[in-house]
């Protein structure tokens, strides 16, 4: 009796604390995304990129990713010319990989070669956007398959 009694107080605990720990982390990951959009600021992107790209940034930010990591994949692809939901699609690509279990500088490296291949076809903007989210979706399906 004393065992379940004591097993049933652990069982509340660590419901209990889980929760503080998903709140805690959640109150990261919008202090991380501010500090991040302070950072880059108006001169370097524009306030309705990273807007744009919210959600994707946080869901990267929250799988452990550092500030410097995400700040670096979001200058690679302003810098190659993206912004609004172009660039918060890529930046879901790089997110979509890194639950597939990939490292965020192995998915946004491969997101990078993505980019490269499908504008090596001529393809641009949208079209070219859709060809990476292809490509990603492939590695994934072939990742799933291979266990990784």
């Known amino acids: 009796m004393k065992k379940i009694f004591i097993i049933g107080i652990l069982v509340c605990f660590a419901s209990c604390f889980s929760g ?3 709140n805690a982390q959640a109150l990261d990951v919008n202090t991380l995304f501010t500090t991040l959009k302070s950072e880059l ?5 524009a306030a309705n990129d990273i807007n744009a790209a919210e959600q994707p940034i ?5 799988m452990g990713a550092s500030l410097a990591e995400v700040k670096s994949v979001l200058l690679d692809f302003i810098g190659k010319g ?12 790089v997110s979509d990989l890194m639950k597939n279990k ?8 491969f997101v990078s070669q993505a980019i490269q291949q499908a504008s090596a076809m001529g393809l641009k903007g949208d079209g070219l956007v859709a060809k990476v989210q292809g490509i990603v ?3 994934k399906a072939l990742g799933s398959l291979f266990g990784k």
């Open 20 to 22: 503080i720990l998903t």
């Open 58 to 62: 946080k869901k990267i930010l929250g």
């Open 137 to 139: 979706g492939q590695k």
């Open 82 to 93: 993206f912004k609004g939901n172009n660039l918060s699609s890529l930046v879901s690509c």
């Open 102 to 109: 990939e490292a965020i500088k192995g998915a946004a490296g």
């Open 41 to 45: 600021g108006s001169n370097i992107v």
